[in-house]
């Protein structure tokens, strides 16, 4: 498998009000980001309300990102539960369904498991199936962090490719980095801090503010690696707006108001969890307006 890389947006899931999976509004999304940039797609994430999805949701989002991007960007799915049984059961079913390039696993939440039961955890599920695994720490949500040390064993599992690091915390990114070797990969989970990550070894970002502005997150990326830091840097400062609002409400609604302000209609996020205000939603349509990259909704 080629190592994940670039501007991965974590997938919004559209609902509509009565919780069944948009699936014309989900085409929409995969079609918005891949035109506009991306370098791959992550469903069944947070942003995805992956918590809140029946099994047979889960497999057909699954179904339809692998079946309309039609191999046009790799595909990496979500199968993150609360138990070892459950994340296992989840990775067989995107396992089943094919064309999907890899995982990403949360650490359990509501649980709060010792570093030694995650290694068990971790390995685990990277056993039960052939697709490459991505860690994801993600504690500031979890309240479970991914310390150096156990990073450093689970990059030793055959499968185990990499870690989605959104703790905010570049002290220990950087130690990810030191204690792992060129074979895996660190994406930068904090839409804030993809610059710096890419400065210091990260291969690229999974982002849920590329849901929002996929070429703007796409563009830090590519003038990184063209070498035009100033450029990257500026483009990452201009990102910082839009990634403090994704903040201003329950998470992730911020993510698909934006996206009705774009023109795509993503439904609802999933009670108790509600939409913004009418004010709320003007300071939005600001943010938006004012990024100095804009992406483009084709028709």
């Known amino acids: 498998m080629q190592s994940p890389f670039g501007a991965i947006p974590a997938m919004v899931t559209p609902l509509d009000a009565r919780g069944e999976v948009m699936e014309g509004a989900l085409r929409e999304v995969i079609d918005f980001t891949i035109g506009n940039g991306v370098h791959g797609l992550f469903v069944l994430g947070s942003s995805g309300e992956i918590y809140g999805l029946t099994a047979a949701q889960k497999q057909r989002v699954v179904e339809i990102a692998v079946e309309h991007t039609a191999g046009r960007v790799p595909v990496y799915a979500g199968a993150s539960e609360i138990t070892t049984r459950d994340c296992i059961a989840t990775a067989r079913m995107v396992e089943q369904v094919g064309g999907v390039a890899g995982l990403s696993v949360l650490t359990p939440y509501f649980l709060t ?10 390995t685990a599920v990277a056993r039960s199936t052939e697709l490459p695994v991505m860690l994801y720490e993600n504690a500031g949500r979890t309240r479970v962090p991914i310390e150096v ?19 905010g915390d570049m002290t220990r990114m950087l130690n990810y980095l030191r204690v792992t070797d060129e074979s895996f990969t660190i994406l930068a989970g904090r839409d804030t801090m993809i610059y710096a990550a890419l400065c ?3 291969r690229g970002t999974i982002a849920s503010t590329a849901n929002l502005a996929p070429r703007l997150v796409a563009d830090i990326y590519e003038a990184y690696r063209a070498g035009d830091l100033k450029r990257s840097l500026d483009l990452q400062f201009a ?16 993510l698909k108001e934006g ?13 108790p969890a509600s939409g913004l205000s009418e004010a709320e939603r003007t300071e939005l349509r600001a943010v938006l307006a004012g990024l100095p990259v804009q992406s483009t909704v084709r028709r």
């Open 113 to 122: 498991p010792n570093q030694a039961e995650l290694i068990e955890h971790f």
């Open 149 to 167: 040390e156990t990073c450093r064993v689970l990059s030793k599992v055959d499968n185990i490719v990499g870690i989605k690091d959104s703790s």
């Open 200 to 202: 210091h070894g990260a």
């Open 239 to 254: 990102l910082a707006p839009l990634r403090a609002w994704v903040e201003r409400a329950t998470f992730p609604v911020v």
């Open 259 to 271: 996206l009705r302000l774009l023109g795509i209609d993503a439904g609802v996020c999933l009670a």
